[in-house]
């Protein structure tokens, strides 16, 4: 089963809507970036996500290897989506930034960031 969840930046900017199932796994990456910021990654497929304003608004950043694409709202900061290196096909969505009543039952899965080519093999 899924659930369509909506969500955005903290200042409203950014907003999208997308279609996840309705007990996903979540990774909690401890990672620089991911453990710093509180992202807690829902892997959303391309095609199954919507950004609906504020593709103005996104500021990108990249580091390391610089495949990810991480996208924040010009004003307020917040990362509320980005391009993972991880996931070339996907979004990450940070859990944190969906709207409240969605009604998902999460489970949460640690993902080493830090030694991110041994846990990337163990990603399906």
């Known amino acids: 089963m899924t659930a369509r969840v909506a969500g955005g ?3 409203g900017a950014v907003r999208f809507d997308a279609t996840v199932p ?3 796994e979540l990774l909690d990456c401890n990672c ?7 992202f807690l990654h829902l892997i959303v497929r391309h095609s199954d996500f919507a950004l609906l304003s504020g593709k103005d608004d996104l500021a990108s950043y990249r580091f390391g290897s610089g495949q990810a694409e991480h996208l924040f709202c010009r004003h307020c900061g917040v990362k509320s989506f ?3 290196r991880s996931h ?3 979004w990450s ?4 930034c969906l709207d409240e009543g969605h009604g998902l039952n999460p489970g949460i899965r640690k993902f080493d960031g830090r ?5 990337k093999a163990g990603l399906v």
Request: charged share 15%.
């Open 32 to 38: 620089s970036i991911c453990a710093r910021t509180g």
């Open 115 to 119: 030694d991110w080519e041994a846990a």
């Open 93 to 96: 969505v940070n859990y944190n």
């Open 88 to 90: 070339p096909e996907s």
């Open 82 to 84: 980005y391009q993972p």
């Open 22 to 24: 309705n007990s996903p």
């Open 9 to 11: 930046c903290h200042c």
